[in-house]
């Protein structure tokens, strides 16, 4: 089975603060993805990432960045979070063309 | 117009019948189709894929694509009211299957 692992369920953070989000899977997947999900609009992909160091904008990327420095590994990186980032973060990879496999997600809530 | 349209529901069906679930894209050359099932509070897990036109079968789920008519749908027989959670269909985008386009979800609820 493929496992997604996110480092946290809930996360609380304040405004101004740098947040990183953490997901690592254990299948050796080439591409990984960083989507939110927010009532009425469903879910929005971020950044994806489809080598180790290679990424790529997706649809909303603005006030956010990636790291993959290692292929198991992708990193959110809030770099001054806001208000209008609560959210939940999903965090899915997969291998070639196959479908994309989900992590649990991280509610994360900025005061 | 949204790229992926579904109803959001509630759809209520009574246990053991056949919820029928509906999506329709605007891209007419999208490649490949998912259901994705997901419970409150948690990430979305997947059901079915499909990539070609007509019916894939897999235990009481079908998926049934028209590219044609851009829409894509998927069927739950003798449904449970464990199956009661929001379905959410995904289509790549284009041809670029890197990326997918989710619809809103549809919620489902079986009643006993």
């Known amino acids: 089975d493929v496992k997604v692992t996110q480092s946290s369920r809930y996360l609380v953070k304040r405004t101004g603060e740098k947040v990183f989000l953490e997901c690592v899977q254990d299948?050796?997947?080439?591409?990984m993805f960083w989507y939110r999900q927010d009532p009425g609009l469903g879910l929005r992909l971020i950044y994806f990432?489809?080598?180790?160091?290679?990424?790529e904008k997706g649809d909303i990327p603005e006030g956010y960045s990636v790291s993959r420095e290692k292929k198991e590994r992708f990193s959110l990186i809030l770099e001054s979070a806001s208000t209008n980032q609560t959210s939940m973060y999903l965090c899915a990879s997969r291998a070639g063309s196959q479908p994309q496999h989900f992590g649990d997600g991280t509610r994360l809530s900025i005061l | 117009q949204k790229e992926v349209e579904q109803n959001s529901g509630p759809l209520s069906v009574p246990e053991g019948a056949i919820a029928s679930l509906n999506c329709t894209y605007s891209d007419r050359v999208s490649q490949s189709f998912f259901w994705y099932r997901q419970y409150s509070g948690k990430s979305p897990e997947l059901i079915m894929s499909i990539y070609s036109n007509g019916d894939k079968e897999d235990g009481r789920f079908t998926a049934q694509l028209n590219k044609a008519s851009q829409y894509v749908s998927l069927l739950i027989r003798d449904s449970q009211p464990s199956d009661s959670a929001t379905y959410l269909c995904a289509v790549s985008k284009g041809y670029n299957t890197d990326k997918l386009i989710f619809g809103t979800g549809t919620r489902l609820q079986v009643f006993p």
């Open positions: 990432s489809y080598d180790v160091k290679m990424k």
């Open positions: 299948m050796d997947h080439e591409n």
